[in-house]
Nanobody
Framework: QVQLVESGGGLVQPGGSLRLSCAAS????????MTWYRQAPEKQREPVAS???????NYLDSVKGRFTISRDNAKNTMYLQMSSLKPEDTAVYYC???????????????WGQGTRVTVSS
């Protein structure tokens, strides 16, 4: 079985920083594109940033210049460094990854359980 576990959320003041982590574990052959999503109260889930196995990145326009996505392929772990946080960044942040499992030929998209980020004074 494969699991994605997020960590690093919490309460932070506007202008502050947080670093989220997402670790994939289990019967993994390879982890391909990894993506951070977020869902604010009463809003649809939206992609925040993504990173390919080779390190190519994409960002939601509203977080460009403030958030940095990275990954450690040896650890099957993805990070999201969030700086200059704003109240509108408040949401539950989820990680998602396309994973090639040992013993299977297809890629499957897995999700973590989410970590809450609250930006408030």
């Amino acid at each position: 079985q494969v699991q994605l576990v997020e960590s690093g959320g919490g309460l932070v003041q506007p202008g502050g920083s947080l670093r989220l982590s997402c670790a994939a574990s289990g019967s993994i052959l390879e982890v391909y594109t990894m993506t951070w999503y977020r869902q604010a109260p009463e809003k649809q889930r939206e992609p925040v940033a993504s990173i390919t196995w080779g390190g190519m990145t994409n960002y939601l326009d509203s977080v460009k210049g403030r958030f940095t996505i990275s990954r450690d392929n040896a650890k099957n772990t993805m990070y999201l460094q969030m700086s200059s946080l704003k109240p509108e960044d408040t949401a539950v942040y989820y990680c998602s990854a396309n994973i090639h499992r040992i013993g299977y030929s297809n890629l499957v998209n897995f999700w973590g359980q989410g970590t809450r980020v609250t930006v408030s004074s």
